[in-house]
């Protein structure tokens, strides 16, 4: 348990987000990154018949939207770090 915030094993990024939330309100900068996200684990992860089709675009995107969540976490790790 972190912030006395409970985590459950999902990969759900919005539900995540949501509880991230419930302790600092900034989280919400996040959401449309992690909707975009979660789109992608639920497809990659649980495949029907046919491959997942996925532009260069959206892997960019998806990349930047990645990159810009593991900064934001990273960045509240280390302020909390201070307290």
């Not at 675009?57 to 201070?82: G, H, N, T, Y």
């Amino acid at each position: 348990m972190a912030y006395e915030l409970e985590f459950r094993k999902i990969h759900d990024l919005p539900e995540l987000l949501r509880i991230c939330r419930a302790n600092d309100e900034s989280f919400a900068e996040l959401e449309e990154e992690c909707e975009f996200l979660t789109d992608f684990y639920i497809d990659t992860r649980y495949p029907v018949h046919w491959p997942a089709e996925i532009s260069r675009e959206e892997a960019k995107k998806s990349q930047k939207s990645a990159e810009k969540i593991a900064r934001f976490a990273l960045e509240r790790i280390d302020v909390s770090k201070e307290k």
